[in-house]
């Protein structure tokens, strides 16, 4: 079974020095019904990565099914994710697998209205994808973080020293006109919490989103108009997704808007509540209301892949997907 997750087995767990090898074949041939045997570390190996058949059949020679429950790896075509499922006669999900594809699943196919997704992060090209898939499956698209700026400055606003991504200013456009399109509310922050630097001891000030930036200072933050706008929209949603983060949430000054989301996320006891990997999962546990949240994914960048509706290897070489 390849997991990338603790599991409390209330077992002896043996312990191979290597993956492959003689050492490997005869301490699993040695296992007795109930027995657990772990493996060293496959990426010792450059075939892991590389994904190597002879390497994948080494592996699959050591059992007789195999079970990915390492929702976090199934986006990489590696030799212990998907290679292996050619030598190995039935492949399966594990039941936390299981899990992230039905949530996700779900979300993205037969969500209960009103489906608000929150998308936040520094920059709009690690999330374009998302935007797009989504974009005609939700009700209403909330854009937050740094790549919000992006969107600011396709609206013709300038925004001082905030991150902006210059050459994805006409995708921010097409995103806008893509959401209008489609009958999408995309909202975007009405006021942010300006910097004079990026620092956590930066001087502050709340500026309405729709006036020019100040020339040399930056958002690093939501406003609480913003915070009041998208907790209102949140309450009402019956399905809610979130990845990525409101502001620079690792400076606690400006992490108001991320936990106010977090919380508002939480609130809504009614609705199931999706967090998609990453920063947001470290944003919910920071804010403390992790048990309140019907899931929480364990793959970044398995989850976000997901979200842009590409196949996972991991998850298609299994023999019942």
Request: glycine share 14%.
């Given at each position: 079974?390849?997991?990338?997750?603790?599991?409390?087995?209330?077992?002896?767990v043996a312990f191979s020095p290597d993956c492959v090898g003689e050492i490997a074949t005869e301490m699993a041939s040695q296992l007795e019904s109930g027995q657990v045997l772990l493996l060293e570390n496959l990426r010792f190996h450059a075939e892991e990565e590389a994904n190597d058949a002879a390497f994948s059949k080494k592996l699959a020679s050591l059992a007789e099914i195999y079970v990915n429950d390492a929702f976090g790896s199934a986006h990489r075509a590696h030799a212990s994710t998907e290679g292996i499922t050619h030598f190995i006669k039935q492949s399966a999900a594990g039941l936390l697998m299981e899990k992230e594809l039905t949530y996700l699943g779900k979300a993205l196919e037969s969500p209960a209205k009103p489906f608000v997704a929150i998308i936040g992060g520094s920059k709009i090209s690690g999330k374009i994808d998302v935007i797009d898939n989504l974009i005609n499956k939700v009700d209403t698209l909330i854009i937050v973080g740094g790549m919000a700026y992006t969107f600011d400055r396709a609206l013709g606003v300038t925004t001082g020293k905030s991150l902006v991504e210059e050459d994805k200013i006409e995708v921010a456009k097409e995103a806008l006109a893509k959401a209008k399109k489609h009958g999408v509310e995309l909202l975007l922050p009405v006021d942010n919490i300006l910097a004079d630097k990026f620092a956590p001891d930066a001087k502050t000030q709340e500026w309405d989103s729709s006036k020019n930036f100040p020339a040399d200072w930056q958002g690093l933050d939501i406003g609480p108009k913003s915070v009041a706008l998208f907790s209102d929209v949140i309450s009402k949603a019956h399905t809610i997704l979130w990845n990525g983060p409101a502001g620079v949430f690792e400076f606690p000054r400006f992490a108001v808007g991320t936990n106010a989301i977090a919380e508002a996320v939480a609130?809504?006891?009614?609705?199931?509540?999706?967090?998609?990997?990453?920063?947001?999962?470290?944003?919910?546990?920071?804010?403390?209301?992790?048990?309140?949240?019907?899931?929480?994914?364990?793959?970044?960048g398995a989850s976000l892949e997901f979200l842009e509706g590409k196949k996972l290897p991991g998850v298609e070489a299994l023999t019942d997907k």
């Open positions: 079974m390849l997991l990338d997750h603790d599991v409390d087995l209330d077992v002896n609130a809504n006891i009614d609705a199931t509540s999706i967090i998609g990997g990453g920063d947001s999962v470290s944003a919910i546990n920071q804010a403390g209301v992790a048990d309140k949240i019907t899931h929480i994914s364990t793959g970044g």
